[in-house]
């Protein structure tokens, strides 16, 4: 489902982000 790697990505992003 294309949910979950939208879903990956976003908490992947906000990690790195810091």
């Known amino acids: ?3 979950v790697v939208l879903v990956a990505w976003g908490v992947g992003e ?4 810091t």
Do not use: D
């Open 1 to 3: 489902m294309a949910i």
């Open 14 to 17: 906000m990690g790195q982000n």
